[in-house]
């Protein structure tokens, strides 16, 4: 008789105890899936997954004290650093925006319905992005708005100086994962093998030293803008 895998470890931050109530009774109704520890701020965030080394991190954008962005990024500069999926609301664009630029593998609304967030922490637990379409244009108008413009500059002189290093082949991988293509389509599109799909992504990883695909993504769209 096969075992079953260990379920999915996920650490549940927000300073709304409602909130933090309603996720773990969604999550923990999953066999896949379980609830190790609550936290209502960054601090004791941090300490929680400390103690029990959770695979997933839902993570509350705003929040007193240390919020979500400084908590994502001290957690993610950690060895061997969970998943972290933003939890957010419309008004709060720039700090997720920032939260993906640190490594957050994504982000959904607070009101997403229970099975899409469930499909969330599962995805980012395998180390996808998840990308919530109806906050999506607010996090680009939060990159592009007119109060950033010198900040733009800046971003895309770096981004620029980063891509620089990348051979013609790798930089189209960039560009069609940029576009959000699966690597089925990016060999497709480019006209070579899943296999040397994969290969130039790694090639990405190492030379742009990023974590994952939404970081590629973002120095493009830098690149770009």
Do not use: W, Y
């Not at 999550?27 to 899936?33: A, F, K, N, Y």
């Amino acid at each position: 008789m096969e075992s079953r895998p260990d379920p999915v470890k996920v650490v549940i931050v927000d300073d709304e105890q409602l909130v933090r109530m309603a996720l773990r009774l969604v999550i923990d109704g999953e066999p896949d899936l379980t609830v190790v520890a609550e936290a209502a701020d960054g601090d004791a965030a941090l300490t929680a997954v400390a103690e029990h080394r959770p695979d997933v991190v839902l993570m509350d954008v705003r929040m007193p004290g240390r919020d979500g962005l400084d908590t994502t990024r001290e957690l993610l500069a950690r060895p061997a650093p969970p998943r972290v999926l933003m939890l957010t609301t419309f008004d709060s664009g720039g700090l997720v925006l920032g939260a993906l630029r640190a490594g957050a593998l994504g982000f959904v609304l607070k009101d997403t319905p229970p099975p899409r967030i469930l499909d969330a922490v599962r995805t980012v637990a395998e180390g996808n992005p998840v990308l919530s379409p109806a906050v999506t244009a607010r996090v680009i108008a939060a990159a592009t708005g007119p109060d950033s413009s010198h900040a733009r500059d800046r971003s895309r002189e770096a981004a620029r100086e980063r891509l620089c290093v990348l051979t013609e082949r790798e930089r189209e991988t960039a560009r069609a994962i940029a576009d959000g293509l699966g690597n089925p389509q990016i060999a497709e599109r480019l006209r070579i093998t899943v296999a040397t799909v994969k290969a130039h992504t790694g090639s990405l990883f190492a030379k742009l030293d990023v974590e994952n695909r939404v970081q590629i993504a973002l120095l493009v769209r830098d690149a770009e803008d």
